[in-house]
């Protein structure tokens, strides 16, 4: 029988929660105050990968520093997106109506384009760096540094993103068009500005999550998908438009499948993690740490 | 005038012999571009060009004695068969191509060789493998591989057994040929008296094994198999690396024969068995080393151990075929299923649609390349011991 209360399996879960958490927080924080569903949010992740596999086989600067850079160069490009495509579906009365599926289809429309101009300009090759894998023992058991150097990262970036939300005036702005969009416009929150805050922070995130997987698996112009994916799974899990349960969320998905499997088989983890996914669709849509104020 | 005319009427004489001489053979296939085999592909696709490269630098392919430059046609299938069939068709009746490339994967082979029987149109096949393809009664589709999941098991477990083991953990990738492979080596290890004591298969979307590595570790194998494909082998080796699975004999399926691996894992990479049948350490394939620099310098990176090698042998053998039987398709399959052909991987002969020259064999990684270790006749090192992961 396997130990359920193993130090190894513990780490294995909290840096996946670490990725998961850091994942869904762009894309929901792009949902929550706009309700655009960037299904693009993947390919964003994509590019920082790439960001940080051409900074280090090209100079040597290892991804815990090109991930500043990550963060810039995303945030600049989500806010070019948001004026140059989403601000015209947000501000057209005809477009706004199905805001959701619309969105939909013109990220995915931009999620096609990013991943052929990745394949076409550095073809679709698999490619991979060595970056702090030595194992570091932690009493009974072993992990690779890369794996910390991620939960360290990942715990500092959300715990950053929480206090962001919860004490600074832009954090509480972006939150009160979240909750209450109407009353935040009546109140003198500076909607479009915060829209486009949210925005490119919510691509900052993604491109500074790529930079943090290349360190653990290789890039690929198509890797991103599997990740917008499970941003999803997390933020319904959480609470759409829920920062801190998205969190919570990762944290669920992250447990079913490390702990899920070791209870279970392998072949399991889709059906645990698909199960708990439509059960809470169905008696919990809100979400598992949703309150009612979030229901629409 | 009369004189002017006549310059006239040579020159364009002149013109229409030279562009005949000139036209350019025209080769088509399809390339998963995108969607699920892309990543794959790319080796395929490189091989192809690289081949395409040296053969118009040596001033063409040769078609029964005259050099004609090749020019690709190709498309994007999108790793969907349907799309491929389309496009196989297009390519013999519209583009009127000369010569056909095989598109990349099992099933985009198996897809197209309804078309290939219609147009009774020649085609050397390469990234194929599995037992379904020896049952083809097809004429004009061929396999240079031997990575057959049915060989490639009894020679794994012959193997195992000669390393003195007698048990194994087999984690398995819920994908086809992983799947297959899963299927004919479970009965093998039990012919050769090896005892399962793990036997699991994984979701190929899965992003972590520790838990599924912690039970391996447990149940204390002398072997552990992965049947992983690239993407998931990554975790495999992180995994095992964290949990500590100290097996001597470690078997990856999919994933060590391909550049990025190397990439990641350096020297901890050394001991792992994995399939392939071509390494360019084979003194006997002196043609292997040469593709080998080729393909670095060319694209930056090394070939990987199956698929770019296999793609580059399919147009060796349709360049030699070519030369000796030109471009009429009933005397290019005569050729192609009659003659033995010099390759980067050894002969090829085919029987039926199947390279009967090229014996199934296990590789491992040692010293950074990957050298074949068994069958023993066919081997270029002797298989070792896993090292510790440092």
Known sequence: MIDLFSGQLLIAALVLAAIYGLVALGLNLIYGTMRLLNVAHGEILMLGGYLAYWTFTLTGVGPVWSMFLALALAGAFGAAVYRTLCRRVLRSSRLIEQIEANSLLLLFGVSIILQNAVALSFTATARAYPYLDDIVRIGTFQVTADRLVVLGIGLALSLAAILFFRLSATGLQIRALIQQPDAALLVGVDVERMRLIAFSLGFAIAGVAGCLISMLEQVSPFMGFPFTIAAFVVIILGGLGNLAGGLAGALVLAAIEVYGVALTTASMRSILIYGVFIAVLVWRPQGLFGGRSLVR | ?390
Do not use: C
């Open chain 2, 1 to 390: 005038m009369m004189k002017k005319f006549l310059t006239a009427i040579a020159a364009a004489l002149a013109g229409s012999i030279a562009a005949n001489a000139a036209e350019p053979v025209k080769i088509g296939f399809s390339e998963s571009k995108t969607g699920l085999f892309a990543q794959a592909a790319t080796s395929q696709y490189q091989a192809y060009n690289l081949w395409r490269e040296q053969v118009n630098a040596a001033g063409g392919l040769d078609v029964a004695g005259t050099k004609r430059k090749v020019e690709f046609v190709s498309y994007d299938d999108q790793s969907n068969p349907g799309k491929a069939v389309q496009i196989y068709e297009k390519l013999i009746t519209d583009d009127k191509v000369d010569l056909l490339l095989a598109p990349w994967g099992t099933s985009l082979h198996l897809a197209i060789v309804g078309v290939l029987e219609r147009y009774k149109f020649p085609m050397v096949g390469n990234t194929a493998a599995s037992v379904q393809l020896r049952k083809l009664k097809a004429a004009n589709i061929w396999f240079p591989t031997s990575l057959f999941p049915d060989r490639q098991s009894d020679v794994l477990a012959a193997l195992l057994k000669d390393r003195g083991v007698g048990s194994a953990a087999l984690v398995t990738n819920q994908l086809p040929y992983t799947q297959e492979n899963k299927s004919f080596v479970v009965p093998a290890l039990k012919k050769a008296g090896i005892e399962l004591v793990v036997n699991e298969d994984y979701p190929p979307n899965v992003k972590d094994l520790t838990a599924l590595l912690t039970k391996v570790k447990n149940a204390k194998p002398d072997a552990v198999l992965a049947y992983t494909y690239p993407a998931d082998a990554v975790l495999y080796m992180n995994g095992a690396r964290e949990v500590g699975l100290d097996q001597k004999v470690q078997v990856v399926l999919l994933g060590p024969q391909y550049d990025f691996f190397g990439k990641i894992f350096g020297a901890a990479r050394n001991g792992i068995l994995t399939m392939g049948h071509w390494t360019p350490a084979r003194k006997d394939w002196p043609s292997a080393k040469t593709f080998a620099d080729a393909f670095k310098a060319r694209w930056k990176t090394d070939p990987d151990f199956v698929d770019a090698p296999l793609a580059y042998v399919s147009v060796e053998i349709l360049q030699q075929a070519v030369a000796k039987a030109g471009l009429d398709k009933d005397k290019l399959r005569e050729t192609i299923a009659g003659t033995t052909f010099a390759t980067i991987n050894g002969p090829a002969r085919f029987e039926g649609v199947m390279n009967v020259a090229l014996p199934t064999m296990i590789s491992q990684i040692q010293g950074g390349t990957q050298h074949i270790v068994w069958p023993p006749e066919e081997r270029t090192a002797e298989a070792i011991a896993k090292p510790a992961w440092k």
